[in-house]
């Protein structure tokens, strides 16, 4: 009968802290809100897919996202590349390592020298009035 009585006392304890526990967590979820379910979620699509799979649905999410204002801009890109011309191109990264020397191309020269003129030409004319 006292091994009864023993388990039973042991058994209350063990439902006292789970109590607890559940009203410390339900604190917490109250208090964080939704946020917490979010963080879960994610958690979880970690753990499922993997972290590189999960690192590239983030980034297509960012650039479906961002999408809509790039096919705005992309008349001003067009104008760019007319604007440098054949100066400007980039290769794939396998071609670079066979051929470093061609990095050099990769750089916007007419605009990196319109921007450099403009510069200098900026400060004569601040230097002149200060």
Known sequence: MKLFVKSYKKLIEKIKQFSW????MLIVVVF????????????????VMGASTFCMFYLSAI?????PYLKKLKPYFERFVQFEGHSFFVLKYKQY?????????????N??????LSIIT???ILTKIV
């Open 97 to 109: 390592k066979q051929m470093p020397s061609m990095l050099m191309h990769a750089v916007p020269a």
């Open 21 to 24: 526990y559940s009203l410390a």
């Open 63 to 67: 650039k479906a996202f961002f999408e």
């Open 122 to 124: 900026g400060f004569a």
């Open 111 to 116: 605009t990196l020298l319109l921007g450099y």
């Open 32 to 47: 964080a809100g939704p946020e917490i379910f979010v963080a879960m979620e994610l958690t979880l699509m970690l753990e």
